[in-house]
């Protein structure tokens, strides 16, 4: 008994150790071999979390990830990324530009995933995306017409690049910096992404400071 209880403080205090050091490359994050450009005014850090709507691990996130933003220091810039990784990601990557451009953006984006995840819609249509955003007070033919505008085409084609310039394989994804990101799998958990991305947000930081 004393033996196990010696060997379970041994490896607490390795935990400990572990956190102590920091997050490590190529275990808690990846680091990429092309930086991707970040597209932030000078002196601001740039995360971006990449995300679909009907990812449930993704809508898991949002309570964390949310009480986190809400934190960040004004050096920080933090945006969001739809994921374009089949017919019915890019189907939804075109509701949030389209609401972006609405200027609903942020009001629906909360309810959005609410109405996949707890009442079952599936909100791929535009007519079913624009009688969504009729509850926000824009008309109808208004969403179907920013649904199908050049500038929202423009801005998931964008959205796809950055995607394929990150390497990613699923959501959700943070990236710090446009050089590190940071998967469930890697942070060990959800809730472990944010942490990790603090400690990255201050090695930025710091790099940036020398």
Known sequence: M?????VLVAGLGMSTLVMAAGPVAGEDYKVLDEPVKTEVPDGKIEVNEVFWYGCPHCYALEEPLNAWVDELP????FQRIPATMGDTWTKH????????????QKEMHSDFFDAIHEKGQRLTEPDAIAEFFTHYGVSKDDALEALESFGVKSQINRANAKMRSYKIMGVPALIVDGHYVITPSSAGSLENMPKIADALIDKVRSERNE
């Open 74 to 77: 004004d050096d920080v810039a």
């Open 2 to 6: 004393l033996k196990s209880l010696l």
């Open 93 to 104: 990557a075109r509701a949030f530009y389209a609401a972006k451009a609405l200027g609903i």
